[in-house]
């Protein structure tokens, strides 16, 4: 394969993670680093800054601030939620595209994100191919739900994870401290896998945990949660619950959706989250205090508690993506091929963009209980090697010392 | 002053915090070393353990278990919000503390909590002074309200403060990823003292934080707020804001309590917190995408981002306790004098239980600015030298390792 010469772009795409920038950093230094990559771009707010021709140089960056993108959540150059059009419907975007890429030679393009960030890069190379530009386009995967296809797991899982667990052992002491009665519910995120919630198990493992988890791969039964809630309770006095914000009847339907009915009376969701609504009908049912913690964004961008192992594995992804790139693969996502027997070790490979995008992975069935109600112990085996290790990362004043980029357009 | 040789009681009280178990490790394991102590009792829930002689003998617990109290949040002997009455309308409570206190030959009492419990403890000094039995008593201060008087600040305030400041910049970073228009309110804890709503503007402090922060010293005015929000919004697009939970109205009502107004139409508080329904108030009036979060109790058990001069302080707070006791010091409570000017020092002194009992010590009105939503530096100077230093928890498989202890009861 013959060296291809031009610039690279870099773009981040969907929900932020805690390591989602360990992966930008991956690209970006391993960019910078390689002779043939001429310029290396940060699109801001992911394609839109291609769109937009806001296009920041990122060689113009200080690198120690730079590497301390490791350590700094969410999507430093900026992410966006625009879905790119069918191009054989409307290539408005696409020629617009190609318009940019032409124009600063960019021969690279590295998206980082989930679904639909490969969903994009699929379309960008498949257009570019159609037209005949060459480009060498790449996506590096990002989710803490967890749900991509074609990989072992995805960069920013595991710390979400962690958050979750570290936050359920403090929160499962704290409930149990007074000699009276108390519930707690807490919702975590993944509307439709469940691997977020099923983290919480992780907490019970290590002795501090919810007595229940509910994840939206099986249908939510609102009268076999409160008897699972109350046997619970009568029992111990105490009930810690973790549930998916995606937890759904059978029918379908969110329960955080679910409107009043004539039996029930309950299905206030119009403020708070689901939380408070499972908080209010189990304290009408068992007369219980009880309290509904949503853990809200503070589990997807918990940098202060990120797995090492999650931060070192994004950044590779990034730095894979680049160096098979530069050796002339196109049209690929980084995935992780996983092993746990006889050690956990993570192997770096590619797969087709069009196997990755629009697929959701679920929870396996047999990961969870009978009950629907917990996870097995496969499911710990999965996680538990991808949140270890400590971060580290560099403080100032005893507070995050997060990137403070200068984002110099380019010319 | 002559030896005094017997039993000594630590308990528990009133709300939980990252920090609560180090001192009771501080008064547990100096009492353990000290000689004319024969017994160290652990009450379950505080008071209500010395009423029902429900006593842990901590000297039957493993030791290294016991050191993890240092890093354990929330209460592990068990809590209490339990108020004792006016011994003079009604003092069966008391008897029975005598008798247990006898029972067990307990000669040293050491409680462990916020502003009730001190004032449990100064009721219990003087009817023990009263009956001519030898008893000495001593408060260590705990609460992360930061409102006792007598005291430069109390142990579980820093680390609360942390957690804190460290979730508000995560949460900062992940608020501002979408070039789309976005209000972020934080509900902290604090009813009557905003030192821990304020703590969030360390995080600005720090370059990354909110915009305007709500203290309860002050009287909120939804109107002022809702322009406040608005100005910031229109400008920037984005807009982050913490408040205490106990902003109330210049009638002294409870923003989170008010109920909806002919004018307006908001207010509806029964379901989640006050940070929903502001946010459904200012969505209403900015139309903005408006994301509520409540801190809720992870701020005040967040132990995995404790503050080391916090861990420590409170260790010390409960080993100054014992050493005084055994001195011949009782009636006190172990209070900070700090100093800050040329490098933080903090001094351990004794202040008197019935100066500290039932007086909430509030945010100075000048360390607040004019308008009413912000700080000043000398709250920041006050605060930045509490949280330093990290805590460096063991960890178990990556996740805190807690102490499990046995609990075994006194014969």
Chains 1, 2 share one sequence.
Not at 255 to 262: C, D, F, H, L, P
Not at 344 to 372: F, S
């Amino acid at each position: 394969m013959s060296e291809l010469k031009g610039a690279c772009i870099i773009g981040q795409s969907g929900g932020p993670t805690a390591v989602i920038n360990a992966s930008a950093l991956g690209v970006i230094r391993t960019a910078l680093d390689t002779d043939c990559i001429t310029q290396v771009l940060g699109a801001a707010n992911g394609i839109k800054g291609v769109l937009d021709d806001k296009l920041y140089d990122m060689g113009k960056e200080d690198p120690a601030e730079l590497d301390l993108l490791k350590y700094t959540p969410s999507s430093a150059l900026g992410s966006c939620r625009y879905k790119l059009s069918d191009p054989d419907v409307d290539d408005t975007d696409y020629k617009r595209i190609l318009e940019i890429f032409q124009k600063h030679n960019v021969r690279y393009f590295f998206y980082n994100g989930g679904n639909d960030s490969m969903d994009t890069c699929n379309k960008i190379s498949k257009y570019m191919q159609k037209m005949g530009y060459e480009c060498r386009v790449m996506g590096v995967p990002k989710t803490i739900d967890n749900d991509l296809n074609g990989t072992d797991h995805c960069p920013g899982f595991a710390s979400a994870a962690k958050f979750i667990a570290t936050s359920c052992m403090e929160v499962h002491r704290d409930a149990h401290v007074y000699d009276t009665g108390m519930i707690t519910i807490i919702e975590i995120m993944g509307r439709h896998a469940g691997w977020l919630a099923g983290s919480a198990a992780l907490a019970t493992w290590a002795g501090f945990g919810p007595d229940l988890v509910y994840l939206p791969e099986t249908d939510f039964d609102m009268d076999k949660f409160l008897a699972d809630v109350k046997a619970i309770y009568d029992k111990t006095g105490k009930c810690m619950v973790a549930v998916s914000e995606g937890i759904h009847y059978a029918d379908g339907t969110f329960v955080s959706e679910a409107k009043a009915s004539a039996t029930d009376g309950f299905g206030h969701a119009q403020l708070g989250g689901l939380a408070a609504m499972l908080a209010d009908i189990v304290k009408k049912e068992t007369g219980a205090k009880v309290r509904g913690i949503e853990l809200s964004l503070l589990q997807r961008c918990g940098s202060h508690v990120a797995s090492k192992t999650d931060i070192d594995e994004a950044f590779m992804a990034g730095k894979t993506a680049v160096e098979a790139a530069v050796s002339g693969v196109t049209d690929k996502m980084v995935a992780f091929q996983c092993t746990r027997e006889g050690g956990y070790k993570c192997e770096y490979v590619l797969e087709p963009l069009d196997i990755v995008a629009n697929i959701e992975k679920k929870v396996p069935r047999e990961w969870i209980n009978a009950a629907g109600n917990g996870v097995e112990q496969p499911f710990i085996d999965y996680v538990l090697p991808l949140i270890q290790g400590e971060a580290n990362a560099p403080k100032e004043h005893a507070l995050p010392r997060f990137a403070k980029l200068k984002k110099v357009l380019a010319e």
